[in-house]
């Protein structure tokens, strides 16, 4: 079967960095997405890989080793406002997306 | 009106009831999809429309009935519902399907089946 692994939750301290990992294994890969969605509201795109490496955008990074099946996106200088959830989705052989469950990051003060 | 938008935000039936969730995107994309979110689980993909043509129906049971009359409207038609299909139900719309096009989400409408 298909299966995206993702931690459930994580807590970091603002200002500090980050790294949540996402573990894949599907069938077929087209690529790997990183949303993030607050509380009670909508999933909004972060980042999209396709080859392996570092993606850079701003505080947010993503990384991919498709060798490996294995991503993680990677914030910097935390903010109280990136307190939501990361869902990590894999579009798979017949570009359908697979998702991960989500994990909560929690930021303190 | 931008993005994507859903109606009613907040749904409660009994499982007698009929009702329809909608959902309208105004970002000219031509694929639109239903998902239904629970707590602590993966988003599950529902429904799949592609220039108004339906490509993929995840084994979704009967009582929910999609209708894509266009490709800027998305329905779906609930009937004799049970408890385990209360749930967030998102909406969201992609330029086309598969590739890079990210998907672009609606509010949601939380659902409570009673």
């Known amino acids: 079967g298909q299966n995206i692994d993702q931690p459930t939750e994580m807590t970091a301290t603002e200002g500090a960095i980050v790294q949540i990992n996402c573990t894949y294994q599907?069938?077929?890969?087209?690529?790997l997405f990183w949303y993030q969605q607050h509380a009670g509201e909508a999933p909004t795109f972060l980042s999209y890989?396709?080859l392996d490496g570092l993606e850079e955008k701003g505080r947010f990074s993503s990384f991919l080793s498709r060798s490996k099946g294995y991503s993680y996106l990677l914030l910097k200088e935390l903010q109280m406002k990136d307190s939501a959830s990361y869902l990590c989705?894999?579009?798979?052989?017949?570009?359908?997306?697979?998702w991960g469950a989500g994990t909560k990051l929690i930021i303190k003060p | 009106e931008t993005g994507v938008t859903q109606t009613p935000r907040h749904l409660v039936m009994g499982m007698t009831n009929k009702k329809s969730l909608k959902c309208e995107q105004h970002?000219?994309?031509?694929?639109m999809y239903w998902y239904k979110q629970s707590a602590k689980k993966p988003l599950e993909l529902m429904f799949v429309y592609n220039f108004k043509e339906q490509t993929e129906n995840n084994s979704v049971p009967s009582r929910f009935s999609p209708e894509c009359p266009n490709s800027s409207h998305l329905f779906l038609h609930l009937h004799t519902l049970q408890p385990e299909d209360s749930a967030l139900y998102l909406c969201?719309?992609?330029?086309?399907?598969?590739?890079?096009?990210?998907?672009?989400f609606g509010p949601g409408t939380r659902l409570t089946v009673t």
């Open positions: 970002l000219g994309h031509n694929a």
């Open positions: 599907t069938s077929g890969f087209n690529g």
């Open positions: 890989n396709v």
């Open positions: 969201a719309s992609s330029q086309d399907t598969g590739g890079s096009y990210e998907q672009y």
């Open positions: 989705a894999v579009m798979d052989s017949n570009y359908q997306l697979i």
